[in-house]
């Protein structure tokens, strides 16, 4: 796990320190966290709330918030200029009056930040649910062109070994096209680990074994895949042996580009998606790090509640690798 975020910081350390917003500004977990970016000089993080208070819970903490850039909604010189923004990004969805109202919430006060070009990316969840941090982000920040749909990865790691499975967090019951972006978005996703993307279209068939609609979807997604990204090694539809096996490959799937190298995964449905990455982490001994949210113009991620000061410090370095 070290081996992969002393990349990270690497690749951090040689470019321009990316601002990163923390809405949940004075919980423990993301002022400590915070601090320890700002010391490292990887990250610049950007606290948004009550200067006094953020002030007076990283004293209790003893955390040095010097290097840390604190925004106050209720105190913004450039609430106004926000505001307006907020009107034309939501295109008649929210009035002048809903706006101000609207922006005082620390979510959408960090993504307005984002969408403004005043910071790279976004860290919350830490006390809020997964609504409440990825909807300010389908509002204002939005998919890329192209892109229909969200979706959310983990990076599993045991040792040596790193791999990409999604979608794990957002979409419940994806299309033939879901799963092609969702391909083409996980191997983006897999570079910035370096991790060189093979990706295995995930079913329980391989190779016409069997037949059902939900096979033929699979089969949909791989051939929409291969047209968005000409150059992208990707096949299916996998049994995971025969997408993690090399002799279980040789046997099934013969004639394939993966033979048993696969190392980004797709599932064809969230519960799968789900119940897999979680399988490999209890059973299996990977650490899973994430969900990390691709397919936006800019990055935006969700923290477990249950989440530790590493975890915050972990996904702001991924948060701003994105933002590359």
């Known amino acids: 796990m070290s081996d992969l975020f002393e990349v990270l910081k690497g690749n951090l350390r040689h470019g321009e320190q990316k601002k990163v917003v923390f809405p949940e500004a004075t919980d423990e977990r993301i002022l400590v966290a915070a601090s320890r970016l700002a010391q490292d000089e990887l990250v610049q993080p950007i606290l948004i709330g009550n200067e006094a208070a953020i002030k007076a819970a990283a004293d209790k903490l003893q955390a040095d918030v010097t290097g840390t850039t604190i925004l106050d909604p209720d105190n913004y010189d450039a609430f106004d200029e926000m505001v307006d923004a907020f009107v034309e990004r939501r295109n008649g969805k929210a009035t002048q009056e ?3 109202k609207i922006l005082k919430d620390a979510n959408y006060f960090g993504t307005m930040l984002v969408h403004m070009n005043k910071a790279d990316g976004l860290v919350s969840g830490a006390a809020h649910s997964t609504g409440d941090t990825v909807r300010p982000a389908l509002q204002i920040i939005k998919t890329k062109e192209g892109i229909s749909k969200t979706s959310g990865v983990f990076i599993m790691v045991r040792e040596e070994e790193k791999y990409v499975f999604a979608d794990c967090a957002i979409n419940i019951a994806p299309t033939s096209a879901d799963l092609a972006e969702i391909a083409v978005e996980s191997a983006r996703t897999a570079k910035l680990f370096d991790i060189e993307p093979r990706v295995a279209m995930l079913s329980f068939s391989t ?22 990204d000409a ?39 969230l519960e799968a998606g789900n119940i897999g990455y979680k399988l490999t982490e209890r059973l299996g001994g990977f650490e899973a790090v994430g969900p ?33």
């Open 207 to 228: 190779k016409g074994s069997a037949t059902s609609e939900e096979t033929e979807r699979v089969i949909e997604a791989v051939s929409i895949a291969k047209e968005k």
């Open 231 to 269: 150059n992208l090694i990707v096949d299916g539809e996998f049994q995971f042996d025969a997408a993690f096996v090399p002799t279980v490959a040789k046997k099934k799937a013969p004639d394939s580009e993966i033979q048993g190298d696969a190392t980004v995964f797709v599932f064809p449905s």
């Open 292 to 324: 990390i949210l691709q397919g936006l113009n800019k990055p935006v991620n969700d923290l477990s509640r249950g989440c530790s000061e590493e975890d915050v410090y972990k996904l702001a370095l991924i948060t701003a690798a994105q933002a590359d």
């Open 98 to 100: 809903d706006a101000k």
